[in-house]
């Protein structure tokens, strides 16, 4: 088919919805990502040319660029469509240079969301390449290269092959890592509450124990406990001291940012951070609604702004009034500061159109696509409604010195929560009191506690901290997390960050030898410097020598002074059973593992598995161990396979069912621990 332009896009996906938006006259093709690139198998940087990178066409994407140079040289025009930010803009400064277009030329068209009107208003307004943006995102390239092949061969060469550094993934190894040193330099300590149930009228209510005497008294045992409720009787009843009411606002938070949605889908959905950025492209990108062409769902999903356009806040304060009425809009303008640093070259990530309601296009999305959509869209709308409103109450209540505290709260209007509940809320009133009135004890209860650990970093706290800490962008928190498992620095255990002994060396090392790289200060520093070439203020190759020069003298002084770091084998405890000679564990890339002592004569290997301390309910000989699905899930099944075949998602105990006599298992979540039965409808109280 005849066409007049070529427009050129990222993925398949993206060009199939974009070229039904354009018609005819208009190719649209994808480069699959990025054509060109820094060399894999050296530095590709001149350090004695001004940082000079040399970019090399990516292996496997020669025909790739041979289709596109054909279709270039039938075009009467090629357009740039990358994605709207510095990693698209490099992407379409590579194929400028690559197909040899114009430099000058105004091919680059940008659109935030991918519907008809916004991709057809991008074509009448192209515009240059952004050198700003270029520079900043190959000084990004350049120091990340920079950093990873001078420490890497550093690793390489004193710990073992195979191993990498990078900026933002050396700053969350050392996160995890010094996490892991509070936790087990810490010590508990007691201390103790006494909660209280008291009557008035039909009515019960809790209230804990505030002050002695009027002052503030710690219950750090049994004896202080014992004191305060000496002091106490039961039979008298209790006065009501202070009441004090009040009307509390709860404000909507804005639409999502990346790492705001990566935190959400996390604690909201249980998505990994890779899952949830994978089906958000997915919603950008376009989903077939019936027939008619793709549709964008939702805005670009990169992003550090909180900045929502006029257009849509209109229609969704039109939305909001048909829907739930006027009541329910704001009535203010709902302009949101960004936090310092965020670009804010595009929107915060909402619906393409608030009036595609979740339920509606639900048949034609997947599970997970309407799940994420569902929280974007339910987000986005409820920022652009009025606060919640709760009637508070907080009563004091005393007898013989002794106050307890109450605490109630009741919804008065939903507000935004209409849409966006939010999980930590929960009506808790109490009954009507006025000061003067008394009250009756019910019950006391005085608890044991003792203080807890810091928790380990979850993916979607460390990406907080990350964010918090300025360290990092968008774009880059769910690779960072990839990598840093990929190379068996961290492993994910019931959804948390734990620190191998690999990564526990590697981190060591980098602290020691390369204190600027893990420094938060310096990194975040660094990352403003990034965003100064992009605003135009700096050059690029200024950035890069500023840190470089400090930096090779770090990289010199590891070379003279890093010693060897040799992870000796541990005995394993048993002998090889095809060649007799002692197995021992060894320090794998993917983790520890029994291997023979003889090798390379003999390459007898085994997985370590872990054992659980519950004989296999199918065979009856076995033991159950813990084992890792492809995916990296825990699951448990019988040291005999292939000849015992039992599995199970939960963890068996070793005890029976008093109902079926079938085995229990421990059913975990991220809040509770449940025991049930494996067979019938047996459950034992929640453990929290």
């Known amino acids: 088919m005849a066409f007049k332009y070529l427009v050129i896009v990222e993925s398949p996906a993206k060009a199939k919805t974009i070229e039904k938006y354009l018609g005819r006259n208009y190719k649209v093709v994808a480069s699959k990502g990025h054509v060109r690139d820094l060399p894999k198998s050296r530095m590709g940087v001149d350090f004695d040319n001004e940082y000079e990178p040399d970019y090399i066409t990516i292996r496997g994407k020669g025909p790739v660029l041979q289709d596109l140079r054909r279709y270039a040289k039938k075009a009467e025009k090629v357009y740039l469509a990358a994605d709207p930010d510095r990693e698209g803009e490099a992407i379409a400064w590579h194929l400028s240079h690559a197909l040899k277009l114009d430099p000058e030329a105004e091919n680059r068209v940008v659109f935030n969301e991918i519907t008809k009107d916004a991709v057809k208003n991008a074509f009448k307004q192209p515009k240059k390449l952004n050198a700003d943006l270029i520079d900043s995102q190959q000084a990004r390239r350049i120091l990340d290269r920079i950093v990873g092949y001078k420490i890497s061969p550093l690793l390489w060469k004193k710990v073992k092959r195979g191993l990498s550094a990078g900026r933002v993934q050396s700053i969350a190894l050392k ?10 330099k810490f010590e508990p ?69 990346t790492s705001s949605l990566q935190q959400e889908a996390a604690n909201k959905l249980n998505f990994r951070t890779s899952k949830t950025m994978m089906v958000a492209q997915q919603l950008y990108e376009g989903i077939k609604l019936g027939g008619g062409a793709p549709v964008g769902l939702i805005t670009y999903m990169r992003t550090d702004s909180k900045r929502i356009s006029d257009v849509a806040k209109a229609e969704a304060t039109n939305y909001i009034h048909d829907e739930f009425g006027a009541s329910y809009a704001a009535s203010k303008k709902t302009n949101v500061k960004n936090s310092s640093g965020a670009q804010d070259a595009h929107e915060a990530i909402r619906p393409t159109s608030v009036m595609r309601e979740p339920e509606a296009i639900e048949k034609y999305l997947t599970k997970d696509q309407y799940k994420l959509y569902n929280l974007i869209w339910s987000r986005f709308v409820a920022s652009q409604m009025k606060p919640a409103v709760y009637d508070t109450m907080r009563v004091d209540i005393s007898q013989n010195g002794v106050t307890f505290r109450a605490n109630g709260s009741k919804i008065k209007f939903q507000g935004y929560q209409k849409v966006y509940r939010d999980s930590s809320t929960k009506d808790n009133m109490l009954p009507d009191m006025s000061e003067g009135e008394s009250v009756k004890l019910d019950k006391l209860e ?194 005999r396979y292939p000849d015992c075949e039992f599995t199970s998602w939960d963890k068996p105990l070793a005890r029976n069912c008093p109902k079926c006599d079938s085995f229990l298992v421990e059913k975990r979540t991220r809040t509770k621990t449940q025991v049930k039965c494996s067979n019938c409808d047996y459950q034992e109280e929640e453990q929290r």
């Open 175 to 184: 996160m995890i890592c010094d996490r892991e040193d509070e936790i087990r």
């Open 189 to 257: 300590e007691e201390y103790w509450s006494i909660e209280a149930k008291f009557k008035k009228s039909r009515s019960k209510f809790e209230a804990k124990f505030f002050r002695l005497n009027g002052k503030k008294k710690d219950l750090p045992n049994n004896e202080a406990v014992q004191e305060v409720i000496a002091k106490i009787n039961e039979d008298q009843p209790f006065n009501i001291d202070k009441v004090n009411r009040k009307e509390r606002r709860r404000n909507p938070q804005p639409p999502f940012t």
């Open 446 to 639: 005085p608890n044991q506690h003792f203080t807890q650990p810091p928790a380990r970093y979850s993916e979607a706290t460390l990406i907080k901290t990350l964010e918090e800490n300025g360290v990092g962008r968008p774009s880059t928190y769910a690779p960072t997390l990839a990598t840093i498992q990929k190379r068996y620095y961290v492993t994910l255990t019931q959804k948390r960050f734990e620190p191998t002994e690999l990564g526990e060396i590697v981190n060591e090392i980098i602290v020691e030898f390369f204190p600027d790289i893990v420094d938060i200060n310096f990194t975040a520093d660094l990352e403003v410097d990034l965003d100064s070439i992009e605003e135009g203020k700096n050059e690029w190759i200024d950035v890069i020598d500023k840190f470089y020069q400090g930096f090779k003298e770090e990289v010199d002084k590891a070379e003279e002074e890093m010693e060897e770091v040799e992870i000796q084998d541990e005995p394993a405890g048993f002998d090889c059973e095809r060649c007799g000679h002692e197995m021992v564990i060894k320090m794998g890339r993917y983790g520890k593992f029994y291997a023979c002592s003889n090798f390379p004569d003999c390459r007898n290997t085994k997985p370590i598995l872990k054992k659980v301390g519950v004989t296999c309910p199918d065979c009856g000989e076995g033991e159950v161990v813990q084992r890792k699905s492809k995916k990296g899930r825990i699951f448990f099944g019988c040291e």
